[in-house]
């Protein structure tokens, strides 16, 4: 067993030396369709004896009905705990003996499975898989037994300043939306979850239609084919899901303050962003690393942290979903200085959507992201991620070879467009867990806790 881990770890370390030192373009991406229709990208490197592979059906906990929210997370968390012929035990053993890696994970948009495995044993790593996804047990005890550590963890998160924060925001964000209902559920939906329910979610939400898959390493397009077939092919064609209304997150300021004894605050704050198919989407993507997704590069952190000392870090990020786009970002300070941080964060959304950037500044951020891209390749499991999310966003299969260029198209005033659009300082959403001083509540549902 100790020589197999270390097999993986050794070409692992391979893996990330050759691939850091590969351009994008270097990354040849070749879609396969098996004899039964179904289509992946592959990523073929021989180089290494590991395959990874990840897998994404549209539709994911946002779907999942309001009083049985977490209904995915948990079908997420069980689905590898027995398949097939196969209980927990057993199962969880296989995968041990031959260094299998293999699980399931949801998000708002999505329901995923990743399986990563030393090439020799390939082909039970796919049929284990393919187990999973068409065959799950969900027995009585390891169901009882994950239900009661989500439960523990649930519990422990009431307490848990970020956590409170990030539920919050959505809530005040989206109001009735399915995206202000959070994807690992609460106490109460979580333990009204049934076997019964697993079941159905296992044979409705994952189709053949819904599906994207993403494979990188030592296998053919071939050998690809023929697994495809025989991991997905018991799939039902169509999946029993609804698209998620879209929408976007509330369109004027508010601030709901959630009172916690503690000697420093967690602050959430954001807005409307764009989609992953907006126009806008690469001016938005550069406007945010000069704003804040930089970290010591970005103006939040030069005039907040640098300047006066207010915090240790503050940030900024695109957050793309399926039904809405959000312009993101927050920090932890002590209750003293809440406000006076908030208020700068408006300063630089007002400075930067009244002025723009300079050319120093998006010359900069192209530079740092373009050059730093290749680094999200560093290994199997990343680039299978990104054929996956490339997919999932409906990008060309060529993606990787055009993203440097569309970074590097964007203007001046691109940037102050987007800018005008996404910064209004007037509608910005926050929410406080904590006890800030200086600061009140305000607009709809602020008042909330």
């Not at 109460?188 to 329910?197: E, G, K, L, P, Y």
């Not at 092919?233 to 899901?241: C, K, R, T, Y």
């Not at 940030?315 to 312009?327: D, H, I, V, W």
Request: net charge negative; aromatic share 8%.
């Amino acid at each position: 067993m100790l020589q197999i881990y270390c097999r993986i770890a050794a070409g692992l370390v391979v893996a990330f030396f050759l691939l850091i030192s590969l351009p994008a373009r270097a990354v040849e991406v070749t879609e396969v369709t098996s004899p039964g229709g179904i289509k992946a990208w592959l990523v073929e490197e021989a180089s290494i004896p590991i395959v990874s592979m990840k897998v994404a059906w549209r539709g994911g906990a946002s779907l999942d009905p309001a009083d049985k929210a977490g209904l995915a997370y948990l079908a997420s968390s069980t689905m590898d705990e027995g398949a097939g012929e196969l209980d927990s035990k057993n199962f969880q053993e296989r995968l041990s003996d031959l260094a299998i890696q293999l699980s399931f994970d949801a998000n708002k948009d999505s329901f995923s499975g990743s399986l990563k495995t030393l090439s020799e044993n390939t082909e039970e790593a796919f049929r284990l898989f393919g187990l999973a996804i068409t065959g799950p047990r969900f027995d009585d005890e390891p169901v009882e037994r994950i239900r009661g550590q989500i439960l523990a963890s649930l519990n422990r998160k009431l307490s848990d300043p970020n956590s409170l924060a990030g539920r919050a925001w959505f809530e005040l964000a989206f109001g009735d939306h399915p995206y202000a209902q959070p994807s690992e559920g609460t106490i109460d939906t979580m333990a009204a979850i049934t076997r019964d329910d697993l079941a159905a979610f296992a044979k409705t939400r994952l189709g053949k239609d819904n599906m994207q898959i993403g494979v990188v390493g030592d296998i053919s397009a071939k050998e690809l084919g023929v697994l495809l077939d025989k991991t997905f092919g018991a799939l039902p064609e169509q999946a029993g899901i609804s698209a998620i209304p879209q929408t976007e997150p509330l369109p004027e300021a508010a601030i709901r303050i959630i009172p916690q004894d503690i000697p420093q605050s967690v602050v959430i704050f954001g807005g409307q962003g764009v989609k992953r198919d907006d126009p806008d989407y690469y001016a938005a993507y550069v406007l945010n690393y000069i704003l804040g997704g930089g970290s010591f590069q970005s103006r939040l952190t030069e005039e907040i942290r640098e300047k006066r000392g207010l915090v240790y870090s503050v940030y900024s990020y695109l957050y793309p979903m399926k039904a809405a786009g959000l312009q993101m970002g927050g920090f932890g300070t002590s209750n003293a200085s809440v406000k006076d941080a908030l208020d700068l964060v408006e300063v630089e959304l007002l400075r930067i959507r009244e002025q723009g950037v300079t050319k120093e500044e998006l010359a900069a951020a192209k530079t740092y992201l373009n050059g730093s891209f290749p680094l999200s390749l560093s290994s199997n499991d990343s680039i299978a991620d990104i054929l996956v999310a490339m997919q999932f966003s409906n990008l060309p299969i060529d993606y990787l070879n055009d993203r440097p260029a569309l970074i590097n198209a964007v203007s001046e005033e691109d940037i102050k467009r987007v800018a005008q659009k996404l910064l209004d300082p007037e509608k910005l959403i926050v929410v406080v867990a904590g006890k800030p001083e200086n600061l009140e509540a305000k607009g709809v549902g602020a008042e909330k806790n």
